[in-house]
């Protein structure tokens, strides 16, 4: 993996980290005008005051959406973070160990079988990503093969595997007019249809999981060494990864339920998050919390403004993202782990 | 500080035990060398004092109580391990690393606080190595990071340090670095107890020997007294020469001469 210039000093992640926090704020305002009503672009503000419609749009449709984006973004990267340190592995994210192909199972499967209201399609994707973490977890017990980070990771590959399959049964039975194309938007990812009362039933938990995990910030730092170094210095590996793991997962679970499948924010936000203010969970966590929340907020906010239809939202992480990270790596001295 | 009593240690994909009745006491105080050839159940035994590995009979004892009945923050108070390797996967800087050693003083969730960054300040600069703070341990030697994560075991403040092939693989000026820690630390009235392959660091550096062959104690006692060519040659299968003769694995041949160490014998400088 790459990491900063070798001597970086700390003030210099600090500001960082300040600028992060500062660009989330700013892009939650500017999320807040962007939109195309009544013009495509930023709304004027003085039409608060005369025109119903805007304040309607911008307290009852646009500030839910906002809020949920930066909910999202948040929990996703935050997870992102605890999944890649807990793991000792910088390539893992939260859809990991059956949990995002769980959730696409569950809302397809709604769907199909008729139940169509929003909140049936979004706890089924929160029962099922339940049941892949469960199941992965279930399977590595079982196994008896390698170490327990192996384990885990291979029972999450065969469980993430058993819920593509079977999603795939699921839209080869699917009404290609009526049931296919939901199935395809949801597991693309979205925000469209987030209100207020659907984000008052995600939101603690959401809330709840990022509290759990920036307060583990500094235990990540620790879980991140081998087992023997961690267990050495008095944690207890297994026990204490399961929770953090539990905390992540059911944060992730909460707003995937309301999204769909929202793909590379979890992989690469944390990267980059640690390119800027160093790899310590003290300060990663918190980072990969304020960029996750910019970095949704503004690519929801690109995904249905810059087109008179809504562009799914995956589609626009996924732009960004990989732009962006690309970018970030490109301007950084990196030096080779061995 | 640290006993032994009769232990059985087997790995799980094993079919026969790594460590077989073996027994032994460490009062405290005292640096105790683990020697014996690759394979001899060193590290294994260390783990078991860590806790890391349970026997399947007998007991191993840390401060009187045997290793599991100690919750993980009282044994990691009581009991710092430094294990062979460790691979690191993110770059942390050299003091959040060497921070990390705090842990076991700290509640869980808990952070550490500018006295405990003083002390990991203080870890690096007493093995030499206060330069290296704002480092990445990415971007270390081998060498360097060995030392790193011995200012990590400092800063954890335990009475018991063990210390698992702690030069393997430093350079000669390291080696001595770090062998001279180990003398400090039992100034200090710590007990410690390494392992190692290398005859000389266990007679400079320590003040007994015990010989381990094949998960059994060959013999123990005071280094004059066991690193002698007919031990030495029993425990690693191999005609031993100490002053003089060849050795494929002792640097030097000065095991008997005068040292500046805790131990009977000199570091080859």
């Keep these: 993996m790459a990491s900063g210039s070798a001597d970086a000093p700390r003030p210099a992640g600090r500001v960082r980290a300040a600028g992060l926090w500062a660009a989330a704020f700013l892009l939650f305002a500017l999320a807040l005008l962007a939109g195309r009503y009544p013009n495509p672009g930023f709304l004027d503000l003085r039409l608060l005051a005369s025109d119903d419609l805007a304040r309607t749009i911008l307290l009852s449709v646009r500030l839910p959406r906002v809020l ?9 990267a935050a997870s992102g973070n605890a999944f890649q340190m807990v793991f000792s ?86 009404d290609p007019l009526r049931e296919l194309p939901d199935i395809a938007y949801w597991t693309l990812g979205g925000l469209s249809g987030i209100g207020w009362k659907r984000l008052a039933v995600v939101a603690p938990i959401a809330l709840a999981s990022l509290a759990a995990l920036r307060a583990a910030g500094w235990r990540l730092s620790i879980l991140s060494l081998e087992d023997s170094a961690s267990f050495s210095l008095g944690a207890r590996p297994g026990r204490e990864r ?36 160093g790899a310590d969970g003290r300060r990663s966590m918190p980072a990969s919390i304020a960029l996750g929340a910019a970095f949704l907020m503004a690519c929801d906010a690109l995904s249905r403004s810059l087109l008179p239809g809504e562009l799914p939202l995956g589609v626009t992480t996924a732009f960004l993202g990989t732009a962006g990270f690309t970018a970030l790596l490109l301007g950084r001295v990196v030096t080779v782990v061995r | ?46 783990l078991a004092a860590l806790g890391w590995m349970r026997p ?31 691979r690191v996967s993110f770059t942390y800087e050299v003091l959040e690393f060497v921070l990390m050693g705090r ?34 341990v990415t971007a270390l030697s081998g060498g360097e990071l060995q030392l790193v994560r011995l200012a990590r075991c400092l800063v954890q403040e335990a009475p018991l340090v063990l210390l698992d092939e702690p030069t393997a693989a430093l350079d000669p000026a390291n080696a001595l670095r770090v062998a001279d820690a180990l ?27 015990v010989l381990i062959r094949e998960g059994r104690l060959l013999a123990s006692g005071p280094s004059a007294e066991i690193l002698t060519p007919e031990l030495l040659s029993r425990t690693f299968a191999v005609p031993f020469g100490v002053s003089g003769a060849p050795s494929p694995f002792v640097t030097g041949s000065s095991i008997r001469a005068a040292g500046g160490g805790r131990g009977s014998g000199s570091w080859p400088r």
């Design chain 2, 183 to 209: 003398a400090s630390l039992a100034r200090e009235g710590r007990t410690v107890v390494f392992s190692t392959h290398d005859a000389a660091l266990a007679a400079y550096a320590s003040d007994s020997v």
């Design chain 2, 103 to 136: 842990a076991p003083h700290l509640a869980p969730l808990a952070e550490p606080d500018e006295g405990d960054e003083e002390r990991a300040r203080a870890a690096l600069d007493a093995l030499g190595i206060g330069d290296f703070a704002r480092r990445h």
């Design chain 2, 56 to 86: 399947r009979a007998g007991e191993v004892l840390l401060a009187g109580r045997p290793v599991s009945a100690w919750s993980p923050g009282e044994r990691a108070r009581k009991a710092a391990h430094l294990s062979q390797i460790e």
């Design chain 1, 68 to 76: 949920a984006a930066a909910l999202l973004g948040a929990v996703l």
């Design chain 1, 89 to 174: 592995n910088p390539l893992v994210e939260p859809g990991f160990l059956g949990v995002s192909q769980g959730a696409a199972f569950g809302a397809a499967l709604a769907l199909v079988l008729g139940f169509r209201h929003d909140l049936a399609v979004s706890g089924s994707a929160f029962v099922f990503a339940l049941a892949g973490l469960g199941a992965s977890a279930a399977l590595a017990r079982r196994f008896r093969f390698g170490g327990w980070v192996l384990r885990l990771v291979l029972a999450g590959i065969a469980v993430s595997a058993f819920f593509s399959s079977a999603l795939a049964w699921v839209k080869y039975a699917a």
């Design chain 2, 1 to 46: 500080m640290l006993e032994y009593r009769q232990v059985c240690l087997r790995y799980p994909e094993g079919d026969r035990d790594a460590v077989a009745g073996f027994s032994l006491s460490v009062p405290e105080g005292s640096v105790r060398a683990l020697l014996g050839p690759n394979g001899s159940g060193k590290s294994t035994l260390l």
């Design chain 1, 242 to 277: 399961a929770l953090v793991l539990a905390a992540a997962v059911a944060g992730v679970a909460s707003m995937t339920a309301v999204s769909g499948i929202v793909s590379w924010a979890g992989l690469i936000v944390p990267h980059a998050a640690r390119l800027l203010v």
